[in-house]
């Protein structure tokens, strides 16, 4: 599966910004789903994620309460809104799509990976 993010900018501290992330070429509503963010320096992280039938979903103790992963299986789509974004928020941010059981925040458990969509949060 291919997988393409986008939604990525600059947005000042507070703001919000929707992700979205466009599957192609496999069957997307077989696949656990999730987000990883990078930020300069630092290694990749664990964000967000989804199952498969959008019945479970999981996130990182420092994005719970403002960050909410969706996902639209008819629309090939997965989402991932965001609000009352903090600098520390800034990295590029990558969707990720898994058919292996296991934890949603492996990285090492994701088959597929999109490119990244840059997100700048200014103080």
């Known amino acids: 599966v291919q997988l393409q993010a986008s939604g990525g900018g600059l947005v000042q501290a507070g703001g919000s910004l929707r992700l979205s992330c466009a599957a192609s070429?496999?069957?997307?509503?077989?696949?656990?789903m999730g987000w990883f963010r990078q930020a300069p320096g630092k290694v990749r992280e664990f964000v967000a994620a989804?199952?498969?039938?959008?019945?479970?979903?999981y996130y990182a103790d420092s994005v719970k309460g403002r960050f909410t992963v969706s996902r639209d299986n008819a629309k090939n789509t997965l989402y991932l809104q965001m609000k009352s974004l903090q600098p520390e928020d800034s990295a590029v941010y990558y969707c990720?799509?898994?058919?292996?059981?296991?934890?949603?925040?492996?990285?090492?458990?994701?088959?597929?990976w999109g490119q990244g969509t840059q997100v700048t949060v200014s103080s």
């Open positions: 990720a799509a898994k058919t292996m059981s296991g934890s949603y925040d492996y990285l090492s458990l994701y088959n597929y």
């Open positions: 070429g496999g069957t997307f509503s077989r696949y656990g």
């Open positions: 989804i199952s498969w039938s959008s019945g479970s979903t």
